[in-house]
Nanobody
């Protein structure tokens, strides 16, 4: 069955970096767009970034442009989110998701990112 397992979150000081990983199983990520979504405490879901199957024209929400980089390793069936220059407002649970049409149909359990001094 489809599984997505996120890892790499943690507590980091403002200005720090983290690299999130999303290991997929039960399907081949090379056939799908892959998405990172986050949910900050008390807020709704925010579409952070996505990458298409050809790794062209990745999308980033305005608040993370220039700081976050999405990538994929099809051989490892894994998607990454490199997060640099982290800010307190980046604090959230981060989920990766498998695309389905204009949305997504499967997502993982999430990994917590906390940016605080």
């Amino acid at each position: 069955q489809v599984q997505l397992v996120e890892s790499g979150g943690g507590l980091v000081q403002p200005g720090g970096s983290l690299r999130l990983s999303c290991a997929a199983s039960g399907f081949t990520i090379s056939s799908y767009n892959m998405i990172w979504i986050r949910q900050a405490p008390g807020k709704g879901l925010e579409w952070v970034s996505h990458i298409n199957s050809r790794s062209t024209n990745p999308y980033y929400t305005d608040s993370v442009k220039g700081r976050f980089t999405i990538s994929r390793d099809d051989a490892k069936n894994t998607v990454y989110l490199q997060m640099n220059s982290l800010k307190p407002e980046d604090t959230a649970m981060y989920y990766c998701a498998k695309s389905a049409g204009a949305g997504y149909d499967f997502w993982g359990q999430g990994t917590q990112v906390t940016v605080s001094s």
